[in-house]
Nanobody
Framework: VQLQASGGGLVQAGESLRLSCVASGRPFGTYGWFRQAPGKEREFVAALRWSDRSTVYAESVMGRFTISRDNAKTTVYLQMNGLKPGDTAVYYC????????????????????WGQGTLVTVSS
């Protein structure tokens, strides 16, 4: 089981980035994106349930970020628009083979599989 996150980079405030999470083999049941800024704890960003495309977002990114899936590529994306300096962090893709109820999608303990992280830096 492997998750490969990519797409991070350095952008200015207001710009956009799209992160990708490629899963090896088959699609997972549940995907999540988390982030960790320097000196802070890891926090939930967004999650998606593969079966019905249900999504959950952190309030801080709602309306700016969109999580989506690509059936053909077993890939999940995080489209990030209107980036702010406060979005600067290492972003991690996480997944589980099981399809979880919406109420637990924001919990890091839901996900046994994690990617290596991709750095997003937003300058002011």
């Amino acid at each position: 089981v492997q998750l490969q996150a990519s797409g991070g980079g350095l952008v200015q405030a207001g710009e956009s980035l799209r992160l990708s999470c490629v899963a090896s083999g088959r699609p997972f049941g549940t995907y999540g994106w988390f982030r960790q800024a320097p000196g802070k704890e890891r926090e939930f960003v967004a999650a998606l349930r593969w079966s019905d495309r249900s999504t959950v977002y952190a309030e801080s990114v709602m309306g700016r970020f969109t999580i989506s899936r690509d059936n053909a590529k077993t890939t999940v994306y995080l489209q990030m628009n209107g980036l702010k300096p406060g979005d600067t962090a290492v972003y991690y893709c996480a997944a589980d083979l099981r399809s979880w109820i919406t109420g637990v999608l924001a919990r890091p303990e839901t996900y046994p599989y994690w990617g290596q992280g991709t750095l997003v830096t937003v300058s002011s």
